[in-house]
């Protein structure tokens, strides 16, 4: 069961980090980004919980470089899914 919430979380994770450039360039160019936006939500979606499922699994387990990757991508996928829901919770207050 480990083995397979630490592929969906790397998975998810690099798919998340692979669309940051490819929204860069797109901006730079003037061409529409929502597709990627989409992955990028759905990929971070998918790996929050997968990477914290993961670590409540492993917590009996040695401190490792896995545990860090599996930290670090809790965290970062948290905060870009929080920034995403305050950004929505902002535009419905504000009416945009």
């Known amino acids: 069961m480990k083995k397979v919430l630490l592929s969906i979380f790397l998975i998810s994770g690099l798919?998340?980090?692979a669309c940051i450039p490819a929204i860069l360039?797109?901006?730079s160019q003037g061409k529409v980004q929502k597709p990627f936006h989409l992955i990028q939500l759905l990929s971070c979606m998918?790996?929050?919980?997968?990477?914290g499922w993961f670590l409540w699994k492993s917590k009996?387990?040695?401190?490792s470089k896995v545990k860090i990757i599996a930290i670090l991508a809790c965290l970062s996928s948290g905060a870009w899914f929080s920034y995403f829901v305050y950004v929505?919770?902002?535009?419905?207050?504000?009416?945009a």
């Open 15 to 17: 798919v998340a980090l």
């Open 25 to 27: 360039y797109l901006e």
């Open 46 to 51: 998918i790996c929050f919980p997968t990477s």
């Open 60 to 63: 009996k387990e040695v401190f």
């Open 88 to 95: 929505m919770v902002m535009m419905a207050v504000l009416g």
